[in-house]
Nanobody, 113 residues
Framework: QVQLVESGGGLVQAGGSLRLSCAAS??????MGWYRQAPGKQRELVAT???????NYSDSVKGRFTISRANAENTVYLQMNSLKPEDTAVYYCNIQYVFDAYWGQGTQVTVSS
């Protein structure tokens, strides 16, 4: 079983920044990503990054969020700038390996207007 530990959520004013991190207990991940789920809505993709560093972002966060990873530490980061109230959600990391995938426990991000 792989353990994922998320951190970095919190309450911030609109226009502010937060940085999320997610550390996995096992090495060798392929795709690492962040998803979010707002109240009453389905979980949606925020960003993903491949082992080689290829990134993919949802249109709603392009230009504001940056995903990165540290392979040596089995960790993925999400730098969130210019936050908006509509970014309020529980953010989940997702770590994929060759044969399995795992979700983090979720971290709350709340952006006040």
């Amino acid at each position: 079983q792989v353990q994922l530990v998320e951190s970095g959520g919190g309450l911030v004013q609109a226009g502010g920044s937060l940085r999320l991190s997610c550390a996995a207990s096992r090495r060798g991940s392929s795709i690492m990503g962040w998803y979010r789920q707002a109240p009453g809505k389905q979980r949606e993709l925020v960003a993903t990054i491949s082992r080689s560093g290829t990134t993919n972002y949802s249109d709603s966060v392009k230009g504001r969020f940056t995903i990165s990873r540290a392979n040596a530490e089995n960790t993925v980061y999400l730098q969130m700038n210019s936050l908006k109230p509509e970014d309020t959600a529980v953010y989940y990391c997702n770590i994929q390996y060759v044969f399995d995938a795992y979700w983090g426990q979720g971290t709350q991000v709340t952006v006040s207007s």
